[in-house]
């Protein structure tokens, strides 16, 4: 199922030409309904608001940062329906801190 979160990359063999545009071939309702979800999230969930608000401050536009939500929230869909579970903002922002920890010292390594 192509839910159409995703850009399309389109780019010649030699890599001259590279393009990003909208996904079409997709189901458009879902797209648009995953949207508008990323949308309340972001103005109703404190860890949300988070992730929108890190992307913007990366100058990136509202319609990118809600669809860096809504891949989010679409992980965090499947990984509760495979495992049969039910969310927790708790451990899931405990998590997140855990991963951001690791990024931040795999850059500062980098940068030694």
């Not at 949308?39 to 100058?59: F, G, S």
């Not at 495992?83 to 931040?104: K, M, P, V």
Request: hydrophobic share 40%; glycine share 4%; with cysteine.
């Amino acid at each position: 199922m192509l839910a159409g979160v995703v850009p399309v990359t389109h780019e010649t063999g030699n890599g001259n030409y590279k393009v990003v545009k909208m996904r079409r071939a997709c189901r458009k309702y879902f797209r648009n309904d995953l949207h508008h979800l990323a949308d309340l999230y972001y103005r109703h969930q404190p860890w949300a608001a988070a992730i929108y608000w890190e992307h913007r401050n990366k100058k990136c536009s509202h319609n990118t940062a809600l669809r860096v939500l809504g891949n989010v929230l679409l992980k965090i869909t499947y990984a509760l329906w495979k495992n049969e579970d039910h969310f927790d903002a708790d451990i899931y922002l405990a998590r997140r801190a855990g991963q951001l920890l690791i990024q931040s010292s795999r850059t500062l390594r980098k940068q030694k």
